[in-house]
């Protein structure tokens, strides 16, 4: 694909349109409303050819403890790993147990796009990739869409992986991962 192998994603696929979707509570409190980018089928389209290829060769630096997001590696499992030593250590005399919670919530949305290339080097990822997904993150464009209405300027995204994206999830995963 001569995206991937000039390292450029095409500018004309970086606009997205973001869409509120309602999690939970009033609709009239916004913090209740998750930014869903709406991309182009291209834009999916490129990206799932690179993430496929990239999760097989990448899986396995993943932590042990990453469970979200992954093949094979559901919150089901997650719970019965975190229970299963929870047990073990505390059938162990004199053996307290600390649990660690993280909220990621908006997390998606805070991600430097320049730590995250960092990152992905680190983490394994050959040149021609890192160029691609620096290309894909930078110079972005959304417009918000509210239903029928959609604004009329556009505003430049700082930061972040799209949510609603295919490559958001693996992408935030690399940036969240602590061991490889």
């Not at 009239?28 to 389209?45: A, E, Q, Y």
């Not at 556009?154 to 295919?166: E, I, N, W």
Request: glycine letters at 4%; charged letters at 20%; proline letters at 4%.
């Amino acid at each position: 694909m001569e995206s991937y192998d000039s390292g450029v994603f095409p500018e004309v696929l970086k606009s997205s349109i973001v869409v509120p979707i309602h999690k939970k509570g009033p609709l009239t409190d916004p913090g209740n409303f998750r930014p869903i980018s709406l991309t182009h089928s291209l834009s999916r389209l490129f990206e799932k050819l690179i993430v496929d290829r990239l999760r097989k060769d990448l899986f396995s630096r993943f932590s042990k403890y990453q469970f979200g997001f992954l093949n094979k590696r559901s919150c089901v499992l997650a719970l019965l790993e975190s229970l299963s030593r929870v047990q073990m250590l505390a059938s162990k005399k004199n053996k307290l147990v600390d649990i660690l919670y993280f909220d990621f919530r908006k997390a998606f949305d805070s991600v430097p796009h320049d730590l995250l290339v960092c990152k992905l080097l680190n983490f394994g990822m050959d040149a021609k990739a890192c160029a691609w997904f620096n290309s894909f993150l930078s110079n972005r464009t959304a417009k918000v869409k509210i239903k029928e209405h959609v604004s009329a300027n556009a505003f430049k995204v700082m930061s972040g992986v799209p949510q609603g994206s295919v490559s958001g999830p693996f992408l935030f995963l690399i940036y969240i991962n602590v061991s490889h």
